[in-house]
Nanobody, 124 residues
Framework: QAQLVESGGGLVQPGGSLRLSCVGS????????IGWFRQVPGKEREGVSF????????HYADSVKDRFTISKDNAKSTAYLQMDSLKPDDTGVYYC?????????????????WGQGTQVTVST
């Protein structure tokens, strides 16, 4: 059974940085798209960034472009989200997820397995 575990969240001041990690197990990690999403109470879940199975293709939401960097290490079955120049609006629970099928997708419905989430709080 596929499992994803996020880590690296925390409290950071505006302008600071955090690096989130997502470790996958129970599935063939190198063959799947990995996505990072965030959820704020009262708002819809937002797709933040996506990376293809090989890591060659990436996609970012406009709100995080040029500040966040997604990467993956298939040998370690781990995906990362480097978050720089953080803003209070980046606050939320961050989830990683694997694509439902072995294909490139950036649609939320294209993801089938989700981690438990890690809280990111950007505040003074």
């Amino acid at each position: 059974q596929a499992q994803l575990v996020e880590s690296g969240g925390g409290l950071v001041q505006p302008g600071g940085s955090l690096r989130l990690s997502c470790v996958g197990s129970g599935f063939n990690f190198p063959y799947y798209t990995i996505g990072w999403f965030r959820q704020v109470p009262g708002k819809e879940r937002e797709g933040v960034s996506f990376i293809s199975s090989t890591g060659y293709a990436t996609h970012y939401a406009d709100s995080v472009k040029d500040r966040f960097t997604i990467s993956k290490d298939n040998a370690k079955s781990t995906a990362y989200l480097q978050m720089d120049s953080l803003k209070p609006d980046d606050t939320g629970v961050y989830y990683c997820a694997k694509s439902r099928y072995m294909e490139w997708t950036i649609k939320s419905e294209g993801f089938a397995d989700w981690g438990q989430g890690t809280q990111v709080t950007v505040s003074t």
